[in-house]
């Protein structure tokens, strides 16, 4: 059973940065992996996507050139790197993990339903 712990969220100002961590354990081998967040009254949405290889990699309009995904295959971990913070990234991040396409070393997701293990998600609240 696969399981996902995120960590690194917390209180910065804006124009702050912040790095985020997840952790994998259990069976999460040749996974696609991402990371979505959640504002208080809006939907889930897509942040950042990387394949199992680390070669194919996404980012929302929102996020990108801001924010960097990267992963670890060794250690079982996928970070998230976010620069230049706004107060609308306030929300609570979430990582995800995608095992539809385990053949692929180059494929990953940007949609929500491809992701079947979420982890509990942390807070980040970009705030003065």
């Known amino acids: 059973q696969a399981q996902l712990v995120e960590s690194g969220g917390g209180l910065v100002q804006p124009g702050g940065s912040l790095r985020l961590s997840c952790a994998a354990s259990?069976?999460?081998?040749?996974?696609?992996m991402g990371w979505f967040r959640q504002a208080p009254g809006k939907e889930r949405e897509f942040i950042a996507a990387?394949?199992?290889?680390?070669?194919?990699?996404s980012y929302a309009d929102s996020v990108k050139g801001r924010f960097a995904i990267s992963r670890d295959t060794a250690k079982n971990t996928v970070n998230l790197q976010m620069n230049s913070l706004k107060p609308e990234d306030t929300a609570v991040y979430y990582c995800?993990?995608?095992?539809?396409?385990?053949?692929?070393?180059?494929?990953?997701?940007?949609?929500?339903?491809?992701?079947?293990?979420w982890g509990q998600g942390t807070q980040v609240t970009v705030s003065s």
């Open positions: 995800a993990g995608d095992r539809s396409r385990l053949w692929s070393s180059d494929y990953y997701s940007t949609e929500r339903s491809a992701y079947a293990v």
């Open positions: 990387i394949s199992w290889s680390g070669v194919g990699t």
């Open positions: 259990g069976s999460t081998f040749r996974y696609a």
